[in-house]
C-alpha cells in the first residue's frame, strides 16, 4: 500500500515494533575485556547496533503486516466492525475517521508559530515585574510540546496528544489536511473514561511543561486553560495518521 503520512510517533513505531521482533538491528560486541574473569556483559563489552535498521516507512509496513496476527490485541476497523466500547487497554487500533484540534488550541498554535515574528516586533516586551520574553520564547519553543486533538469515526471519540515533532516534515499545518477530509489513524488503546467531564489537555502541563508547584503560581489566563469533554471516551496514543 502507499501511504502519505501527515503523523507518524517514530518512538511508539520503534518501541511496539521491538516488541514484535521487528525492525530491531542485532548487536555485535565491539570490545571486550578478556583478562577479566565474568562473562562479557560484567566484562565490560560495548554492544553496538550492527547498521541494518529499517527506514520507518518500511518500518511501519512491516508493523501493520504483523500486527494482523495479533488477534486479541489488534482491532481493524477497516475490515471488521468490533465494538468500540470494549477495546482493551493497551491494545492496538485502526480505523478511517476525521479530526479536529479544540479551538482552545488555536491561540496556543499561533503563539507557537509566531511567536519569533513578536519578538522582533517588540510585541513580548513586558513592563516592569511582568514575565520575561526569554521565558516566554522558551516556552513556545519547547519541542517536546504535545498538541491535543479529538478523532471521529467509532461510535466513541478518541482523544490523542500529538508530539509536535512527530508531523511530516515538521509541518503542524498538516492537520488541516484530516480536519477537511477523512484519514486512516492508528493508535493505543490508553484507557476508557466515563465521568461526564474529564479534563484531556492542560497547556500548561502539556505544551509548556511546566511542573505542578509552577502551575499553581499561574493564573489560567485565555487560551490557558485546562480542555474539558463530555464523556465517555477513549484516551489513545496516536502512532501514526495517514492517506
Known amino acids: 500500500m502507499y501511504r502519505s503520512f501527515v503523523y507518524i510517533n ?15 538491528s542485532k548487536l555485535a560486541a565491539r570490545k571486550v575485556n578478556f583478562s577479566a574473569k565474568a562473562g562479557p556483559f560484567q566484562a565490560g563489552a ?16 512491516k508493523f501493520e503486516y504483523a500486527l494482523k496476527g495479533q488477534t486479541d490485541e489488534y482491532f481493524d476497523f477497516l475490515t471488521d466492525s468490533p465494538d468500540p466500547r470494549t477495546l482493551p487497554p493497551m491494545s492496538i487500533v485502526r480505523f478511517r475517521g476525521t479530526a479536529e484540534v479544540p479551538e482552545q488550541f488555536d491561540a496556543i498554535a499561533m503563539m507557537r508559530q509566531y511567536a519569533p515574528m ?26 517536546d510540546a504535545y498538541a491535543p ?12 496528544k500529538l508530539g509536535m515533532t512527530y508531523f511530516a516534515e515538521g509541518d503542524i499545518s498538516l492537520l488541516e489536511e484530516i480536519e477537511s477530509e477523512e484519514a486512516v489513524f492508528l493508535f493505543k488503546v490508553l484507557s476508557h473514561c466515563n465521568d ?43 502512532i501514526a495518521v495517514y492517506h
Open 10 to 24: 517514530e518512538g511508539a513505531l520503534r518501541r511496539y515494533a521491538g516488541q514484535l521482533e521487528i525492525g530491531e
Open 46 to 61: 560495548e554492544l553496538e547496533p550492527d547498521g541494518r535498521s529499517l527506514s520507518l516507512d518500511h518500518l511501519y509496513d
Open 118 to 143: 513578536f519578538d522582533e516586533a517588540g510585541m513580548l516586551e513586558t513592563e516592569d515585574g511582568g514575565v520575561p520574553k526569554e521565558f516566554l520564547l522558551s516556552l513556545f519553543a519547547k519541542k
Open 149 to 160: 486533538l479529538m478523532i471521529n469515526g467509532l461510535d466513541i471519540p478518541v482523544f490523542s
Open 196 to 238: 461526564k467531564q474529564i479534563v484531556v489537555y492542560d497547556p500548561l502541563r502539556d505544551f509548556m511543561k511546566l511542573n505542578r508547584a509552577a502551575r499553581r503560581r499561574m493564573d489560567r489566563s485565555s487560551g490557558l486553560e485546562e480542555i474539558r469533554i463530555e464523556g465517555p471516551v477513549i484516551k489513545g496514543e496516536l
